[in-house]
């Protein structure tokens, strides 16, 4: 079996290629604030999963921009994304932005978190069919300071999540499934997770010539894999897609 810290250098060239192109095409879809094309001179910090990680965790790796974080780490899909320096914005919006009273329009939210998913192609219908939808005001400026007025500040999450016992939302068995975060006033997107890779209607990073990628004495080890196919003992593609 391949072990978890097994990689190779042509591997991760090809995963980063892979997970470029794939931001390029997100950050196209959402109009993101973004300088594109983002190239490898753009990336100023990510990681790509060693090999032997991502086999048995389906998850690739995740690039930085200056602008934005973007995750492949749900069944070797895009899953996430987070504004850069996200803890300094939330600040700067908690410290200067808008004060609201404790109240805010529930519907409006979920309409631009639900607008953001579905932008990056997530399966919204197939969320709000299996899953409790919340919402609620991520910060307040009395929870942030310590200390003042209780004001919420307009950064809101909507959240989708399921549980086992089909009972009451947020339960002992509460699992998420997805969830978005949004700066109201400007429908500011600040981040978004896609947690189960069922709801994501984005096709996975295919890598092709595996065997050349890793080497042809790992592709057996493949075969321990059930998301993993070959093709007379030499791997074709990962994941298999034809």
């Not at 997970?19 to 001179?41: G, W, Y």
């Not at 790509?48 to 974080?69: D, K, M, W």
């Not at 069922?198 to 080497?215: E, H, M, Q, S, W």
Request: aromatic share 12%; charged share 20%; proline share 5%.
């Amino acid at each position: 079996m391949i072990r978890d810290g097994y990689t190779t250098k042509a591997y991760q060239i090809e995963a980063l290629r892979l997970m470029i192109e794939e931001a390029n095409r997100v950050a196209v879809e959402l109009r993101l604030n973004e300088s594109l094309p983002i190239t490898r001179s753009n990336i100023v910090d990510g990681f790509v999963a060693p090999f032997g990680f991502a086999v048995t965790s389906r998850s690739v790796g995740r690039i930085g921009t200056t602008n934005y974080q973007y995750m492949m780490n749900a069944a070797e899909r895009f899953s996430g994304l987070v504004i850069a320096h996200y803890e300094i914005v939330c600040r700067d919006y908690t410290l200067n932005g808008p004060r609201l009273a404790n109240r805010f329009n529930s519907n409006q939210v979920y309409q631009m978190g639900a607008h953001w998913l579905r932008a990056a192609r997530m399966d919204v219908d197939a969320l709000n069919r299996d899953c409790y939808v919340t919402i609620k005001a991520s910060y307040s400026r009395n929870a942030y300071l310590g200390f003042g007025d209780s004001a919420v500040v307009p950064i809101y999450s909507v959240a989708w999540a399921t549980n086992e016992d089909k009972t009451e939302p947020f339960s002992h068995y509460y699992a998420s499934k997805a969830d978005v975060e949004v700066y109201a006033p400007t429908d500011t997107l600040l981040q978004f997770n896609v947690y189960d890779p069922k709801y994501i209607l984005r096709p996975p990073l295919v890598f092709t010539n595996l065997a050349d990628l890793v080497g042809g004495t790992n592709i057996l080890a493949l075969t321990n894999f059930p998301h993993y196919k070959t093709n007379n003992m030499k791997v074709v593609s990962w994941p298999y897609t034809h």
